[in-house]
Structure formats: structure tokens, C-alpha cells
């Protein structure tokens, strides 16, 4: 570590005399990551058969951020080991530290900017776009974002485009394992009021997706549009936290052709009973299909965080199972106790069923209760620990598999220790 610093410092140093006596403009900032996280999985993701075995495993990610900041430009470079523990031999000669971000943006003055390279890509509660930092890898995208901000308004202009190589002539057949789509275009605008306490969001995304063959270099493209709002109202009297809600309609194709006219709804208020407790309630309504008719109905949430909604362990997130789509309904119920500035712990429950009617089902899919602690053990760590239980109903055996008469839980430790390393100004 003394290495890196004196090279970092080498590196710095000219641009630091030149500095001397004038403006301190430019920051240069690095910080690590190390996250495991140990997990018991007796039916996450999927419902487990009888007789099948729960699994058990430590995940981890290891990444190391470096950031340049001066008033005019922003950089920032960012690489990560991710994997589990004991897939690497112990002697490795195959690395694989990957850049994880990378990318540069411009300041143009009078409140335009752009970025461009790899990165996140974060939108309000990050329900159709988000970083998914539950993930040991996250999520990224490789884009150009074109942007304005000024007083109570943003306007952001992202796009990409996609291939899997260089070809000296012709197409490239996209296929599954790199970014999962084509194209993208996608226009998101913010307006934050004062009076009343009221953010309202706009988001517009043209989505290319292409099939193909790759033998023939033949592909598809289809184009699949969501557009939608999503607002936060803070009450300026009581003890209301605020009040979220959410439209979405999708329209287009999807990846297999078929006519897509489908939308989801969400909202969810919070009530602070004191200092230490608070409650909450909400509903989110995704739409299905049934089978029935030349429309494909079911909601896709896209690139989202999904692992924030429709329940910790994770049943929900993936729209179809062997074909079966049939959308979701999630009521649910919180409770959220802060022991002291260190601990905090909530307790939330969900009651799911199917949107659309399925044939001989029954639309309720059984509840899931979800527990979680985190504790703030010193600066720069953090543990947080987690148990959930899913009682599932028939239909969920129809919905996603399993057997619903068996005991279904998953439980995780996870401890979080990224401290920022280095800040130099000149």
C-alpha cells in the first residue's frame, strides 16, 4: 500500500507545485470496497421441490474507485473482483479484476453537461432504472448521458448503442451474455418544488432489443417504449414521511415479436410514530397475461433494482417462468425501529397474487415476511444481517414452481467496509 501511495504521489506532485499559491481546484479521491455476504438459500429465487437440498455459499466483491473532480470535468475509474469464495484456486494466474466504471463528464457551463463511458444509470426510487448494488456486481450500462440542470429542473438525455465486436464489414449478431439490449434512448425530467414539498419525475425510454441467428448474421430489432411518472409529496404537517407513487405503460414489441401493451402502479406512504418507530404501507400492481388474446400484457421492470420491491427473496423480480407471466400484486406492511444511531431494524410483510386470472388458479400466491438489521459498527463498516420466510399457496406452484407445502426461507450476513482512502486538493 506504501508503493501505491508514492506512486499516486508521483504522479500528483507536478500538478500540485504548479498549484501553489492559486485556487485549489482539482480533487483527486480513491476508495475500497471489501463486501462479502454469507447466504443460506432454502428456497430464494425459486421454490424448493421436496427433497431439494438448501445452498449455501459467501459471496464477495473487492473494488477499488479513483475519482478526479475539478469545475469543468469529472473522471472516474472504478475495477472489481466479484465471485465466491473458493471458486479461484489458490494459486491464480487468470485475474479477473474488470472495470467495473468508467467514465468522464464534461461541465459546459450554465448548468449543461455530458458523461459518456461506462456507468450507473440511477432514477428516483430506481424502479425501471437502477444501480442494483444489492448485486455483488451491480449493474452498468455503456452510454452517453446529455444533460441540463438549473434551480428545480433536470433534463437528461441518455444513449446507446450496443455490438459485441469490431467487424471490418457487415453486422454483428447480438446475442445474449453482453448489455441485454440493442439500443436505447431514453429521456428523464425532474422537477423539485418548494411550495408544496413536491418532486415530480418524467421518463420516456426507447428500448431496442434484437434476436437473431448467429450463423447467419441475421437479426431482428424491436422497439419496446416505456414511458411513465414517478412523485414523492412530503405533508408539511404531522409526522408524514413521504409519499411515493408511480405510473408506468409499456407499448411496442418485445424480443419475441408480440405486441406489448401492458402498465404497472405503485404507492406507498410512511408514518413516523416517533423517534425510534415508524410505519408504512403500500401496494404495487403489475400487469399479466393470461394466454388469451394477440396482446402481451405482462409488465416488464427492465433495469431496475428490483431486489428494493416485491420482496427480499426475490420471487418476483424475473416477469415470466416457463412462459407463465401472469403479473403481480404486492400489499405491504412495514415496521421500522431505530434501537439507537448505530442500529436500525425493520420488519416487513407482503401478501402477493397473480394481476391477470389464470385458468383453474386461484390468484392469491401465498405471503412473504422479510427481517433485516444493519449496525453501523465503526466508520466505515457496516454489518447488516437478514431473514425471510415465504408461505406460499397452490397457485404458487403453477406461478413459479416448487412445491408450496414446503418450509421455504433464506437467511444472510453481510458486512460492508468501504473507506475512502486518499483526498488530495490543489
Given at each position: 500500500?506504501?508503493?501505491?501511495?508514492?506512486?499516486?504521489?508521483?504522479?500528483?506532485?507536478?500538478?500540485?507545485?504548479?498549484?501553489?499559491?492559486?485556487?485549489?481546484?482539482?480533487?483527486?479521491?480513491?476508495?475500497?470496497?471489501?463486501?462479502?455476504?454469507?447466504?443460506?438459500?432454502?428456497?430464494?429465487?425459486?421454490?424448493?421441490?421436496?427433497?431439494?437440498?438448501?445452498?449455501?455459499?459467501?459471496?464477495?466483491?473487492?473494488?477499488?474507485?479513483?475519482?478526479?473532480?475539478?469545475?469543468?470535468?469529472?473522471?472516474?475509474?472504478?475495477?472489481?473482483?466479484?465471485?465466491?469464495?473458493?471458486?479461484?484456486?489458490?494459486?491464480?494466474?487468470?485475474?479477473?479484476?474488470?472495470?467495473?466504471?468508467?467514465?468522464?463528464?464534461?461541465?459546459?457551463?450554465?448548468?449543461?453537461?455530458?458523461?459518456?463511458?461506462?456507468?450507473?444509470?440511477?432514477?428516483?426510487?430506481?424502479?425501471?432504472?437502477?444501480?442494483?448494488?444489492?448485486?455483488?456486481?451491480?449493474?452498468?450500462?455503456?452510454?452517453?448521458?446529455?444533460?441540463?440542470?438549473?434551480?428545480?429542473?433536470?433534463?437528461?438525455?441518455?444513449?446507446?448503442?450496443?455490438?459485441?465486436?469490431?467487424k471490418a464489414k457487415g453486422g454483428t449478431y447480438y446475442y445474449d451474455g453482453a448489455q441485454?439490449?440493442?439500443?436505447?434512448?431514453?429521456?428523464?425530467?425532474?422537477?423539485?418544488?418548494?411550495?408544496?414539498?413536491?418532486?415530480?419525475?418524467?421518463?420516456?425510454?426507447?428500448?431496442?432489443?434484437?434476436?437473431?441467428?448467429?450463423?447467419?448474421?441475421?437479426?431482428?430489432?424491436?422497439?419496446?417504449?416505456?414511458?411513465?411518472?414517478?412523485?414523492?409529496?412530503?405533508?408539511?404537517?404531522?409526522?408524514?414521511?413521504?409519499?411515493?407513487?408511480?405510473?408506468?405503460?409499456?407499448?411496442?414489441?418485445?424480443?419475441?415479436?408480440?405486441?406489448?401493451?401492458?402498465?404497472?402502479?405503485?404507492?406507498?406512504?410512511?408514518?413516523?410514530?416517533?423517534?425510534?418507530?415508524?410505519?408504512?404501507?403500500?401496494?404495487?400492481?403489475?400487469?399479466?397475461?393470461?394466454?388469451?388474446?394477440?396482446?402481451?400484457?405482462?409488465?416488464?421492470?427492465?433495469?431496475?433494482?428490483?431486489?428494493?420491491?416485491?420482496?427480499?427473496?426475490?420471487?418476483?423480480?424475473?416477469?415470466?417462468?416457463?412462459?407463465?407471466?401472469?403479473?403481480?400484486?404486492?400489499?405491504?406492511?412495514?415496521?421500522?425501529?431505530?434501537?439507537?444511531?448505530?442500529?436500525?431494524?425493520?420488519?416487513?410483510?407482503?401478501?402477493?397474487?397473480?394481476?391477470?386470472?389464470?385458468?383453474?388458479?386461484?390468484?392469491?400466491?401465498?405471503?412473504?415476511?422479510?427481517?433485516?438489521?444493519?449496525?453501523?459498527?465503526?466508520?466505515?463498516?457496516?454489518?447488516?444481517?437478514?431473514?425471510?420466510?415465504?408461505?406460499?399457496?397452490?397457485?404458487?406452484?403453477?406461478?413459479?414452481?416448487?412445491?408450496?407445502?414446503?418450509?421455504?426461507?433464506?437467511?444472510?450476513?453481510?458486512?460492508?467496509?468501504?473507506?475512502?482512502?486518499?483526498?488530495?486538493?490543489?
Amino acid at each position: 500500500m506504501k508503493t501505491v501511495y508514492l506512486a499516486l504521489g508521483l504522479l500528483l506532485l507536478p500538478g500540485m507545485l504548479w498549484a501553489q499559491g492559486s485556487k485549489k481546484e482539482n480533487e483527486f479521491t480513491m476508495s475500497m470496497q471489501i463486501r462479502p455476504r454469507a447466504e443460506y438459500r432454502n428456497g430464494a429465487q425459486l421454490p424448493r421441490f421436496e427433497g431439494d437440498k438448501a445452498a449455501s455459499f459467501i459471496n464477495n466483491r473487492a473494488r477499488l474507485s479513483m475519482e478526479y473532480k475539478r469545475s469543468d470535468l469529472s473522471m472516474k475509474i472504478s475495477a472489481q473482483h466479484v465471485g465466491v469464495w473458493g471458486q479461484d484456486p489458490q494459486i491464480d494466474t487468470n485475474g479477473r479484476f474488470i472495470m467495473n466504471e468508467a467514465w468522464a463528464k464534461l461541465n459546459f457551463g450554465a448548468g449543461f453537461f455530458a458523461q459518456l463511458g461506462r456507468q450507473t444509470l440511477s432514477y428516483d426510487d430506481e424502479r425501471i432504472l437502477g444501480g442494483l448494488d444489492w448485486n455483488v456486481a451491480g449493474r452498468y450500462h455503456d452510454a452517453l448521458k446529455l444533460g441540463y440542470a438549473k434551480n428545480a429542473h433536470q433534463l437528461h438525455f441518455i444513449l446507446a448503442f450496443n455490438q459485441n465486436k469490431e467487424k471490418a464489414k457487415g453486422g454483428t449478431y447480438y446475442y445474449d451474455g453482453a448489455q441485454p439490449y440493442k439500443n436505447m434512448q431514453t429521456l428523464w425530467y425532474h422537477y423539485a418544488a418548494q411550495t408544496p414539498n413536491l418532486d415530480v419525475s418524467l421518463l420516456f425510454m426507447n428500448l431496442g432489443l434484437e434476436t437473431g441467428d448467429a450463423e447467419t448474421e441475421t437479426s431482428h430489432t424491436r422497439y419496446l417504449q416505456t414511458f411513465g411518472t414517478y412523485v414523492t409529496y412530503q405533508p408539511e404537517s404531522g409526522n408524514w414521511l413521504p409519499v411515493q407513487a408511480a405510473f408506468y405503460y409499456q407499448t411496442g414489441k418485445n424480443k419475441n415479436a408480440q405486441s406489448v401493451s401492458a402498465f404497472m402502479v405503485s404507492v406507498k406512504a410512511a408514518y413516523a410514530i416517533d423517534k425510534q418507530w415508524s410505519v408504512s404501507l403500500g401496494y404495487d400492481y403489475l400487469s399479466g397475461s393470461d394466454g388469451k388474446g394477440d396482446k402481451f400484457k405482462a409488465f416488464d421492470p427492465l433495469y431496475g433494482t428490483h431486489h428494493k420491491f416485491y420482496g427480499a427473496m426475490d420471487y418476483f423480480y424475473a416477469s415470466a417462468w416457463q412462459g407463465v407471466a401472469p403479473g403481480l400484486q404486492d400489499a405491504q406492511l412495514g415496521v421500522n425501529f431505530k434501537t439507537s444511531k448505530q442500529v436500525s431494524m425493520q420488519l416487513n410483510y407482503h401478501y402477493f397474487a397473480t394481476a391477470a386470472k389464470l385458468d383453474d388458479v386461484k390468484k392469491g400466491l401465498g405471503s412473504e415476511m422479510d427481517y433485516q438489521l444493519d449496525w453501523n459498527v465503526m466508520k466505515d463498516v457496516k454489518l447488516s444481517a437478514g431473514y425471510s420466510i415465504m408461505r406460499g399457496a397452490k397457485s404458487m406452484d403453477v406461478v413459479k414452481g416448487g412445491d408450496h407445502k414446503r418450509w421455504q426461507d433464506w437467511g444472510w450476513v453481510s458486512v460492508n467496509i468501504n473507506p475512502r482512502i486518499l483526498f488530495v486538493k490543489w
